[in-house]
């Protein structure tokens, strides 16, 4: 009896080691994984993510309800992200190029017909239910995950503060001599960041296209404009 508490205290102990583990997974999945199937490999998982190394020099500079903002802000960005990601490995997949995010939104509508068609309507909708709500999971996952490590963090200031500059010299010192463990598998990773800026510029670069579009005269108008490929730097994201 008298070892019940201790054996609790053990238990919840291990399971806080599992989940924090589990978040820092889900957190490198997120950073680290590319959006391109041909390039999902075990190397790509062993770089050093820049994005990381900026969120834990924020966590230890920022007063706790700055940090406490920021690290919600990040963690939506970076859901959004992964969501992003996982679109585009379908996208490369079949139409080998990323998902337009303001012109490739009636594939979706296809793929519902689609769905409807070989399993009927109550199949359709579950499907367009389960899509959403695996989505937003995803995203809260990723969202508690960065709050758990922030937490964590900043009750081992000393450690963390070691770490990330030691971790930091080491993003710097493989980028500056171009080091990669495979072919196109740099150490010094910027994946994210790279796919924010891409997306970004994807957008704005097909907001321009529609515009151009909807000037034409209706008689030289006859198809949606065709959303761009890739830019060189998503073809090769690092």
């Known amino acids: 009896m008298d070892d019940e508490p201790a054996l609790r205290r053990r238990g919840r102990r291990m399971a806080g080691i599992v989940l924090t583990a589990l978040a820092a997974l889900l957190v490198l999945f997120a950073l680290l994984a590319p959006d391109q199937v041909g390039r999902i490999r075990p190397a790509a998982f062993a770089r050093i993510p820049a994005e990381g ?8 500079i920022l007063p706790d309800r700055a940090r406490r903002a920021v690290t ?20 490369y997949a079949v139409l080998d190029r990323p998902f337009d995010l303001v012109l490739d939104w009636r594939f979706f509508g296809n793929a519902a017909d689609f769905v409807r068609e070989s399993s009927g309507q109550a199949g359709a909708i579950g499907a367009e239910v389960a899509a959403a709500v695996l989505a937003v999971l995803l995203v809260v996952l990723i969202v508690l995950s960065l709050r758990r490590l ?10 963390a503060t070691r770490s990330v500059a030691v971790l930091a010299v080491a993003w710097l010192t493989c980028a500056v001599l171009g ?10 990773a910027r994946s994210a960041a790279t796919l924010a800026y891409d997306s970004a510029r994807q957008v704005n670069a097909s907001l321009r296209d529609r515009e151009v579009f909807a000037s034409r005269p209706r008689s030289t108008s006859s198809a949606i404009p065709r959303p761009r490929s890739c830019s060189p730097a998503c073809a090769a994201r690092t």
């Open 53 to 60: 190394l900026v969120g834990v020099v924020l966590v230890l």
């Open 72 to 91: 919600v802000l990040a963690g939506l960005a970076l859901g959004l992200l992964t969501v992003v990601k996982i679109v585009n490995l379908g996208f």
């Open 150 to 159: 922030s937490g964590l963090v900043v009750g081992h200031r000393r450690a």
């Open 179 to 188: 080091v990669q463990i495979v072919a196109g598998e740099p150490v010094a």
